[in-house]
Every structure is written in structure tokens, then in C-alpha cells.
């Protein structure tokens, strides 16, 4: 029988003002305080995607985090003071002339453990006309265990799932914008995208609006037999669950579909 490794997870299912970063970083802060002061205090936290500007595109270009500094610098310095692991949603961030959304994530000692670009830009809310898509994966290790990121849009391509997932990940986060009318698709996703590759599928929503477009949050954490640990409602909310990713391990045992893979006839 395997020892547990459980993990206290905190979701914050914030609202975002569109185009106003100050606000929003001053929102993120006082959700993050509230956050750590949960009983069991968290061991990592996660928000949603583009927190720090909504989808403000046409203004992406002055409005974005010039390499993500004073978005690394606020997350690092929290990181480090509250002793927990940080998923940092994703911020639109400038590197050069080149806007990306980009996800920053930082240990309990304050140090960068992940950076992942989105790769697959949505362009039903105008994404590639005004931002630039990322070429690598988002690997990396969470407290000595193997851990995948990828961002919204990202959860419509099983196979980087399956690619992180044959990596070794065992817990893929997803910080998401995902509006209405799409709620079947974001729950229907993310759920199999748990099952089919038996890990934890950790995401966090943003809710409220932006223009004529609504945000349903729906946050969930989702283990890997597919049950739904926690799931947010419409409104603004810090969601708290617990995970044992030795889970993992018991159901790929239980059904061993990384060992059925028959990766030669597909
Ligand atoms: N921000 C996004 O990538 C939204 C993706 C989305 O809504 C979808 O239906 O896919």
C-alpha cells in the first residue's frame, strides 16, 4: 500500500476589471491574504487566466507586464513570506514587442518553478491578432512530484494533456477566461481530461463580466477517477480541497490504461 501525499489546494475564483491592472493586482492581493488564513492553510494556490488585464487586447500592448516583473516580484515575495507553492493563473506579459499569456509558478521559497505560455490562442475572442502563442510545454515538479500547466483554450487538445501526462504529470492545472454559453464543454473537458488520463485536473475560473461577455467560474478540482472534489458557483470565492496524489497511482494500477496504450495503430 502506498504512503499518502496530500495537498491542501486554494482556488481563487476572482473577478477581473478589464484594462486596470492596479485593481487587479490589489484584488489578487487581498484574495491571497484571505486565502493562506484558510484552516488547513494551503499548500498551493491557483487563479485564473489574464488576471492582471482581462482580455483589454486592443490596449494588451501598454497594458501588459513587461517580462512579468512586477507579476514574479508580487508572487515570489508572497511565496516565499506565506511559506506556500503559487500557481499563478496567467498574466498577460511583454517580452520585447512579442504579448503572451503566461503563466508564472513559484515554490515555498519564493523560486520560479514554472513558466508556460499558452500555446493554442482562442481565436473566437480575437487571441492571435493580438497576442503570440508559446513553444514549450508547461513541465514541471511540485513538491517532488511531476506537474503540468496548460491554459483554457489548451483543454480542447487532448494530446498535450496526454503528453504531459506520459511525462509523468499527476496534477495539471488549468487557470482559465472561459464564458458563457460553454459550460457544458468547460465541465465535459476538464472532466475527461482527468479520466482518459487518470491525474487530478486542478482549474480555476474567473467570474463576472467584461463587456457583453459573461464568466461562469465553475472552478473545479477533479481527481482522477473523474469525481469532482469541489466546484464553484457564479460568484466570486476562494475554493479549498484536499488531494492524495498517491490517487494516482492507485488508479492507473486499477486500470492500466498507460500500459494498454497501443500507440503503434493510432
Ligand atoms: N480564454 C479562452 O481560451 C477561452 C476558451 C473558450 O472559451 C473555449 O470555448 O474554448
Known sequence: MSESKQLHLA????DITIG???RNFARLE???Q???QNDPKPDVIVFPEMWNTGYALTEIQQLADVNGERTKALLSNFAKANHVNIIGGSIADKKEERVLNTIYAFDREGAEIAEYSKIHLFRLMDEEKFLHSGDQLGRFELEGVRAGAMICYDIRFPELARKLALDGARILFVPAEWPHPRLHHWRTLL???AIENQMYVVSCNRVGTSGTTSFFGHSMVIDPWGEVLVEGDESEA???ATIDLEEV???RAKI???EDRRPHLY
Open 30 to 32: 487581498m484574495l491571497l
Open 238 to 240: 476562494i475554493l479549498h
Open 20 to 22: 486596470e491592472p492596479d
Open 11 to 14: 482556488l481563487i475564483q476572482m
Open 249 to 251: 497511482v492507485r488508479v
Open 256 to 258: 492500466p490504461v498507460f
Open 34 to 36: 484571505e486565502a493562506v
Open 191 to 193: 472532466m475527461a481530461r
